[in-house]
T-cell receptor, first 112, second 114 residues
Framework: ETGVTQSPTHLIKTRGQQVTLRCSSQ?????VSWYQQALGQGPQFIFQ???????GRGNFPPRFSGLQFPNYSSELNVNALELDDSALYLC???????????FGQGTRLTVV | AQSVTQLGSHVSVSEGALVLLRCNYS??????LFWYVQYPNQGLQLLLK??????LVKGINGFEAEFKKSETSFHLTKPSAHMSDAAEYFC????????????FGGGTRLMVKP
């Protein structure tokens, strides 16, 4: 059984660019959540996908968007990158919407 | 809306000493509470969770936490610190009708002195 995997592990983007982060959920899991963790802070909930539909959203602007695919893997897209978007982006998958979330290692995004 | 406050952004203990990391929450409905650990450059690992069963919850690596409704607290303890416990610890709350939307505290960095 493989765990939650995220790619890439690190990337550097320029302000104004767009970025796509990817997450493969743990085998058998149909729910994926995304979190942003700024340096020195706790993670903040971005949104959750359940069976390919957005199932909840935190206080993030529309330029943060996502997708979940039929195999339950997921993407996080961020448009018009800002310097404050620099953070560790964590993906978590769970067997169902209300069960324990398992986190991946994260993608470290640096916006310059 | 729920929130989590972790008192003490940094806690330092000697190896073998008691570890106490504090967490207070606010929630308008009965909460589910979690403690996660994060090692440098890694994701979050679940230590333990409270889901309205026993108020004293035992987790991995010798950690435990007690849910106290009257104090709205869920403090994390370990009787004897080990060097490998040095990490960042996060308390989180989830309301049972909010899917997996976790609200995290700001974290406490635990340092263990030899």
């Amino acid at each position: 059984e493989t765990g939650v995997t995220q790619s890439p592990t690190h990337l550097i983007k320029t302000r104004g660019q767009q970025v796509t982060l990817r997450c493969s959920s743990q085998s058998g899991h149909n729910t994926v959540s995304w979190y942003q963790q700024a340096l020195g802070q706790g993670p903040q909930f971005i949104f959750q996908y359940y069976r390919e539909e957005e199932n909840g959203r935190g206080n993030f602007p529309p330029r943060f968007s996502g997708l979940q695919f039929p195999n339950y893997s997921s993407e996080l897209n961020v448009n018009a990158l800002e310097l404050d978007d620099s953070a560790l982006y964590l993906c978590a998958s769970s067997f169902d919407r209300n069960t324990e979330a398992f986190f991946g290692q994260g993608t470290r995004l640096t916006v310059v | 809306a729920q929130s989590v406050t972790q008192l003490g952004s940094h806690v330092s203990v000697s190896e073998g000493a008691l570890v106490l990391l504090r967490c207070n929450y606010s929630s308008s409905v009965p909460p589910y509470l979690f403690w996660y650990v994060q090692y440098p450059n890694q994701g979050l690992q679940l230590l333990l969770k409270y889901t309205s069963a026993a108020t004293l919850v035992k987790g991995i690596n010798g950690f435990e936490a007690e849910f106290k409704k009257s104090e709205t607290s869920f403090h994390l303890t370990k009787p004897s610190a080990h060097m490998s416990d040095a990490a960042e610890y996060f308390c989180a709350v989830r309301t049972d009708n909010a899917g997996n939307m976790l609200t995290f505290g700001g974290g406490t960095r635990l340092m263990v002195k030899p």
